[in-house]
């Protein structure tokens, strides 16, 4: 039986530099908070792993900017996805009750939908939130749902040949970025 070739990536280009990054964490915390402010009726949480460290960012940025520590959690939505990408990640952590918050669901990439709508039951599962907000650091487009980011930091049309990889550390970092790879 013959081997399918293996895949390799090769970085076409950075999409966002490490200042870039940023400051587009700062764009994005700010567009969560011109509605409404911070209050403890705003609740983020980040889908794991990566949103993660984009949540806590942006939280750091309100807190920055209000003086308000936003409640944060963190979801886990691996028993509600509908494909094979089963992962090993920690639990959930969320200590908030969602019913009838502003919850603003966190990822790094927007890519089919397939994973913000199993965020969406996973949070459903949780409470009825009075309004649910998608934000992202990178869309890439090619969705295969209606779902659609009310925050975005970069809209970076892809083909599926391509890959968006999010280097984000917890704090800023000259190591963070967002590169662009294509498959060769």
Known sequence: MARAPATTLREKRVVLSSAELQRTVERLAQQIIEPNGASSDLVLIGIR??????????HA???????VAVPIGFLNITMYRDDDAARDMPDSEISVDVLGKEVVIVD?????????RSALDAITDLGRPRIARLCVLVDRGLRELPIQADY?????????????EVELAREPSDTDRVTLYEQT
């Open 49 to 58: 792993k990566g949103g993660e460290n984009l949540t806590r960012r942006i």
């Open 61 to 67: 940025q309100i807190k920055q900017r209000t003086g």
């Open 108 to 116: 790094d990439v927007l890519f089919t939908g397939r994973t913000i």
């Open 152 to 164: 975005a930091g970069r809209v970076v049309p892809t083909s599926r040949a391509e890959h968006v």
